[in-house]
Structure formats: C-alpha cells, structure tokens
C-alpha cells in the first residue's frame, strides 16, 4: 500500500479588512492506492474547500500554504499549464450534482471524448472507441446509442455514472468525488457506491470521498478523517473512526443519526449550530456545543495526538489522550 | 373518520407534448389526530404530488381529499376557505419558503392578520409563545432570515405553520436541507408537537431511516401507487413488499463495519408509461408470472398492516384497503 498522495498543513484562507479569515486550518492527511479515504463534516467545515484547493480550483482571492505532495511534485506550488496536465490526467474530480456539472446542450460523446483528444491527443475514431469502453465500464446501457444523447435524457444516477466515466477518461490515479451521491436516491446511490468500490479494487484508483453522509462513508472508505470549522479533529480506520468514534464531534454526529438496530432509541442531537468561518469560536472550535468540555478548551488549540488504536484525535479532555499528554 | 383522508387520489399533469402523466395513480392514506405518518419512495414516485394534493395546491384528477370531514378545496385566485385554515404545510427549503426582507416576527404574525383570530394586542406575546415552542428565543422575532442558520429558519417555518392554530401539517422534505445533526433536532422537534398539541402530521421524505424515528406509521410509495403502509416498527423489522425490502437494503449503516448497500436494479419508470400488471415487477427480485399481468390490490393484513403484492395474497376474498378504517399506532 503505497502513499498516492501527501497532504501536509493544508491551509485556505481569504485576506479581508479584519485580517486573515482562515477556511481551512492546517489539514495533512495521507491517501493511498487503492483505497479510499473519507473526509466527513457537516456543511462550512471546509471539506469540499479542501478538494478545491488540492485541484487548484479555488475562487479568485483565496489563498494557500501548505504542501500536497503527488509523486514527488507539490501541486500546492505547481504552475499553472503543469496543474492543468495534472488535473484530469492524474487527479480527477466527480461533483455532486451532474445536472449541473454536465453541458446541457453538448452530446455525451462530445463531453467524453473532449479530455481524451485534448489531454491524449487521440483521433476521433480512437476517442470514440475509448468512450464506448468508459461508458460500459461505468454499466451505462447501450452505450453507443448513449454516446448521441443530451444529459437531460438520462435519469441522476446515470448522469452521475456518466461523469464519472468523463473522470476516468485519461485513467486518473486519484479520483475526488465530493458528495457524489447526495442527490441520488438511496436505492441509486447504492449502486454508485457499488461502481466506486469496484473502480477502486480493479484499476488501483486512489477515491477521495467527501460526504457528510456517516453512512456513506462507513460503507465505502477504508480511512476517514472528520473535519470541524476548518481543523481535523478525529482521524483513522473507518471501523475505529465510525464504530468506535472517540472524539465528542464525533460521537455526537453519530448519536444524532437514526440508529439501524435501535429504533426505539431518540435521536440525541449535538446542541447547536456547526460554526461558519466567520464566526468560528476560540480554542476548540467544538466546544461551544461540547458536553464534556473544560476550561482549557476555551482557549488552546488542541493538537492531534496519536493514541495506540491507529487514530488520531485533538481533544485533551479525552482520557486515552490526556494520558498520553502528561 | 380521520383527521384527514385521502381516497383513491389520482393527480395528473400533461406535458407539453400533450401526453398525461399520472404522477399519482389512485392513492389511499389516512392521517389522525396526533399521528404522524411518513410517506416514503424514490424521487419521482409521486409523494410530493400526492402532498400538494393534500393541501389542495394542485387539483386532483379523480378521488377525494376530506380535512375534518369537508373536501379539500384547490387552491384558487379566492381566499382559502377558513376551515381550511387549519390544515397546513411546511416545505423543504426554509431558504426560499421564508421572505428575507421582512422580520422574523411580523412573517410568524401573517396567520394573525389574515385569520384575524386574535386582537393586535396579543399577537407579540403569542408569536414569542410560538418561537419558544419550537426552540428559538422570544428575541428571534426581531431579526431577519439571513441572520439565522438553516435549522433555525425550519423552525421558523414549522412556527408559520403552528400561527394557524393547525390539526393537520403536510410536511414535503423538512428535514433534507439541513445538516445531520440539526437534522435531528428538528426531527425531535416534530415528534414533540405532535404530542404536545395533538397535532396530526404528514411527513414526506426520501429518507427512510429518519421517517423511521419520526413516524408512527410509515406508507411507502413506487410510481404513483402506495405499496405498503404499516406501524413504523413493523415496516421495518418485517418488510412485507419487496420494493420495502430493497429501499431497507440500500441503506448504508454508519456503524464502521464497510458493509456495501443493496443496489436495486433498474430506473422508476415513466409515470407516463407505467409498466403492466404490478408496477414494481421489472424491478422485483420476486417476480412471479401473474405480477406481469394482474394488478395487486392494497390489501388489509394483520397488526394494522397493509400491502399491494401478490406474494402476500390472502386466503379467500380480502378486504379492499381504502374501504376499510385506518388502525391508529
């Protein structure tokens, strides 16, 4: 298992009149072949902010620091026409809502084969063959009577597997797929898991999944990192992270969605609301909400500490951690 | 009688082309006083159409729509009739269902003014009344909507809706626009004024799990018809139809354990062009010769229970369901 992809520090941040307002605060995880790695957190924690700016795809007038480290090159500091061979052909991306990320009114065929001929510099003819082969890899029906059709003419779910097969066109080594199936049904968005595991197992793909959906997450990463206002702040193997959640961010998300084998059990909400950049608290930024919170908390940042299970955690008030601290 | 009845509900739209499509073909629900009902299905499956049936926002082509006994008038260039006034509806997005250029308070006040119910006088203390009910501070009512969080504009909407004095809501998607843990504060939330002011609720929602904590009875929907209604805790723990079964199947658990959902295979079909026999048999891992040909009733079984498949036909002339009184949870 080899790392793919190093993040190291991440930092987005917009400069305003009142200073730096930081988005994303000091985020390194790694990603590995094959596998897939799951970034969760509710909306405003800066997950989706975090693709964008490994991608290069940040709006105007936000700003980085850190490094992401791909195959010995930094796309952080990367010039423009290299990040722009690099994207598409090594690092791809799938959004959440393929109507929208779709050409309305260009053919399937022209939205498939214009990657292949631009970044591969293939014929006409070869592009088409290759399109057929993407779009039955993808289990699209019909593939070449799909190749003529306008996106509005295929339901979500093969919207969505059409752009993931447009993603796998020059056969990226990492795929980021943010919120791929939160405009999918349930019974559709199994299906896409399904193609997303099999992609992963079968061509070695790198998945970088972003959801907000726990159980999305638990049935597809190998590795998930929870994201609060901006910081990390639980990180690990998805059985331990999501079965066994330790930090209170955590295990309050997890409490607060309806539980498969208790029923009977009430939902048990995190009070309060996830804190937006501007508005982000001192200290922890979860311990406004937090129920075991303590004075310190208030104040300092806490650091991700390494305990013995294989995760990582920031939370000072956990035993497992302030034993290791002392 | 029920609080509110729908009786083989049929909503039709045509499209430009001139074809009908029955987004609602022939649907059967009954929702009393204090329960809430959660309706479920893919998108597509006709339960916002069914919603907007039930409120009288859109004309229902055949079939009724009684609200404490009187039909449901549609919605019109006239005023609602006053008895209507009591039968209310929360939509999905409180990011469009709320004016951004008015107070918090003075929109909360519409029901007031417009049922002119209560003296000018009373109105604050009872819009702070409101907002309290459902968990804001009284000081809400001066701000304004861009000023709150997504959770805190549902509540809003849900506090719209109490203003009327309502017996009934018909909720479309309340909770899919917010965050998962705000999720289920407002998802609490309902189950507390359902029983506090015995109110009854109609609870639409794409996602089955939060249904499953919110309602005492679930009805599930595929393309039109309602395949399957049953006490919520039943309904899950023992699926009678396989279209049940599979939107179980494929949802994923968020325990670590990396098990992969159940795809059902297949599209919901064009309404327009809906397949023979029993709706769901193209997709049916337990399809059987006659579900090609023969349509299944929804048909009363024990424990309150009620299911449109041939896997589950009874011995010896059953009940036709809509005919039938609904079973209180």
């Known amino acids: ?326 | 009688m029920s609080l509110l009845e729908l009786r083989d509900v049929e909503v039709v739209y045509q499209r430009r082309d001139g074809t009908l499509v029955p987004a609602v073909a022939g649907a059967s629900l009954d929702v009393n006083a204090g329960e809430i009902v959660g309706l479920v299905g893919e998108t597509g499956c006709g339960k916002s159409s069914l919603a907007k049936a039930a409120v009288g926002l859109v004309p229902v082509a055949s079939g009724s729509i009684t609200f404490e006994g009187r039909p449901v008038h549609v919605l019109g260039r006239r005023a609602r009739p006053v008895s209507e006034r009591r039968l209310q509806l929360v939509f999905q997005n409180p990011y469009e269902s709320i004016n951004p250029r008015r107070t918090v308070g003075a929109q909360v006040a519409d029901a007031f003014a417009i049922g002119r119910t209560q003296a000018r006088s009373s109105w604050r203390p009872r819009v702070e009344d409101l907002l309290r009910q459902v968990g804001l501070p009284a000081t809400m009512a001066r701000r304004f909507p861009h000023q709150l969080s997504g959770g805190q504009r549902q509540r809003i909407a849900i506090a719209r809706a109490l203003a009327a004095d309502p017996a009934m809501i018909v909720l479309d998607e309340p909770l899919s626009a917010l965050d998962a843990s705000v999720q289920a504060q407002v998802a609490n939330l309902l189950v507390e004024l359902a029983r506090n002011l015995h109110v009854g609720m109609l609870l639409i929602s794409h996602d089955l799990a939060i249904v499953r904590h919110v309602a005492h009875r679930t009805a599930v929907m595929y393309l039109g018809v309602i395949v399957e209604t049953a006490p919520t805790a039943d309904l899950w723990t023992a699926p009678m139809h396989p279209y049940t079964q599979a939107l179980i199947d494929s949802i994923p658990h968020a325990d670590g354990a990396g098990h992969l959902p159940v795809a059902l295979p297949g599209e919901i079909p064009d309404p327009a062009r809906p397949p023979s026999g029993c709706r769901f048999h193209p997709r049916c891992p337990r399809v059987m010769d006659r579900c090609l040909s023969e349509v299944p009733e929804l048909v009363a079984k024990d424990g309150g229970r009620r299911v449109a498949c041939w896997l589950h036909e009874a011995p010896g002339g059953a009940r036709r369901a809509a005919d039938g009184p609904s079973v209180a949870p």
């Open chain 1, 1 to 326: 298992m080899t790392t793919l992809l190093s993040v190291r520090d991440l930092r987005v941040w917009l400069d305003t009149a009142r200073g730096p307002l930081p988005i994303v605060d000091g985020v390194s995880f790694d990603i590995s072949a094959g596998q897939v790695f799951g970034l969760a957190g509710e909306s405003g924690s800066g997950k989706t902010i975090t693709a964008l700016a490994l991608l290069g795809l940040l709006p105007a007038g936000a700003r980085t620091g850190g490094s992401a480290i791909l195959d010995g090159r930094d796309l952080m500091t990367m010039r423009t026409a290299q990040r722009r061979r690099t994207r598409g052909r090594e690092v791809a991306m799938v959004f959440q809502d393929p109507m929208s990320s779709l050409h309305p009114m260009l053919t399937i065929e022209r939205q498939l084969t214009e990657h292949l001929r631009y970044q591969l510099g293939m014929s006409r003819k070869e592009a088409d063959e290759r399109a057929v082969e993407l779009l039955t890899e993808v289990r699209i029906p019909n593939p070449e009577a799909a190749l003529r059709g306008h996106p509005h003419q295929f339901s979500g779910g093969m919207r969505q597997r059409i752009q993931i097969a447009i993603a796998l066109a020059c056969e990226p080594r990492l795929l980021v797929a943010d919120e791929p199936t939160t405009a999918l049904d349930v019974t559709v968005q199994a299906g896409i898991l399904r193609l997303l595991h099999r992609l992963c197992q079968e061509k070695d793909l790198a998945v970088m999944l972003i959801t907000h959906d726990l159980g999305v997450l638990s049935a597809l990463a190998d590795t998930v990192t929870v994201m609060y206002a901006g910081r990390v702040v639980e990180s690990g193997p998805t059985a331990q992270v999501m079965g066994r959640s330790r930090h209170p961010y955590t295990r309050g998300l997890v409490d607060s969605l309806p539980h498969p084998e208790a029923a009977d059990r009430a939902l048990v909400p995190i009070a309060g609301e996830p804190a937006g950049p501007e508005s982000r608290p001192a200290g922890c930024a979860f311990h406004p909400r937090c129920r075991y919170m303590e004075p310190p908390c208030a104040t300092a940042v806490p650091p991700l500490i390494r305990i013995d299970d294989g995760r990582e955690m920031a939370c000072p008030v956990d035993p497992l951690v302030a034993s290791l601290a002392r």
